[in-house]
């Protein structure tokens, strides 16, 4: 009950383009959903997060489309760009925190070709 | 403001030895999750902090350890260190609850290789 899946394991998209990132969750005690970007050598960043009330969150090029009653979400990035190539991270977890652990994705390595 | 400080950023030890890292955490964050990350395995949970107290702990061995004292920063400890232990250490802290819906600052990891 604790998995989120995610998929694909990596990405390669050419510029311009738009990559899309899907991850499915079980626990039905989750509903807060980020969206983490790491570049090599970092620690990852908090790029975009989104609650069950909406299905749909934009941030500049980023969109997280959210599924409630499939338990799915899923990342956009419009007109990819090569400075988007990273590692992206999917996590879920209760909003009211509660002590309940994070739980994370596998993360899926994208690359934009110029 | 100062993010998530880690140090050391590298460590070359030897195995059997042990390593302690540690984790300054965003000014006013009390929570402090570590993990562990290594190629295809993506971000594995070592434990997580609040206020001094150990509120959760991942599926390690009793040789990885961690503490957080009463400024919130957090350090964890590597006992008999094995080849397998290589990897990168991240430290995240949140201003809020563990878990909760603040979301995470992680640091830029300390990369300890085993030798």
């Known amino acids: 009950q604790q998995q989120v899946k995610q998929s694909p394991q990596s990405l390669i998209v050419q510029k311009g383009g738009i990559p899309i990132i899907n991850c499915a969750y079980e626990?039905?005690?989750?509903?807060?959903f980020p969206w983490y970007q790491q570049f090599p050598g970092k620690g990852p960043a908090l790029l975009i997060a989104i609650r069950p009330d909406v299905s749909e969150k934009k941030e500049g090029r980023f969109t997280i489309s959210f599924n409630k009653s499939a338990k799915q979400f899923s990342l956009h990035i419009m007109d990819s760009q090569p400075g988007d190539s990273a590692t992206y991270f999917c996590a879920a977890s209760p909003f009211s925190g509660g002590y309940q652990k994070v739980t994370f994705g596998t993360g899926t390595k994208l690359q934009v070709i110029p | 403001k100062a993010g998530v400080t880690q140090t050391p950023r590298y460590l070359i030890k030897t195995r059997g030895q042990q390593v302690t890292l540690s984790c300054s955490p965003i000014?006013?964050?009390?929570?402090v999750s570590w993990y562990q990350q290594t190629p295809g395995q993506g971000l594995q949970f070592l434990f997580e902090y609040f206020s001094e107290t150990q509120r959760n702990k991942g599926n390690f061995p009793g040789r990885f350890s961690g503490r957080q004292f009463s400024n919130s920063r957090s350090e964890m400890n590597v006992s008999t260190l094995e080849l397998g232990d290589s990897a990168l250490y991240l430290c995240?802290?949140?201003?809020?609850?563990?878990?909760?819906?603040?979301?995470?600052?992680f640091g830029s990891g300390t990369r300890l290789t085993i030798v």
């Open positions: 626990n039905t005690a989750f509903d807060y």
């Open positions: 995240a802290s949140s201003s809020g609850t563990p878990g909760g819906g603040y979301g995470y600052t």
């Open positions: 000014s006013g964050h009390r929570s």
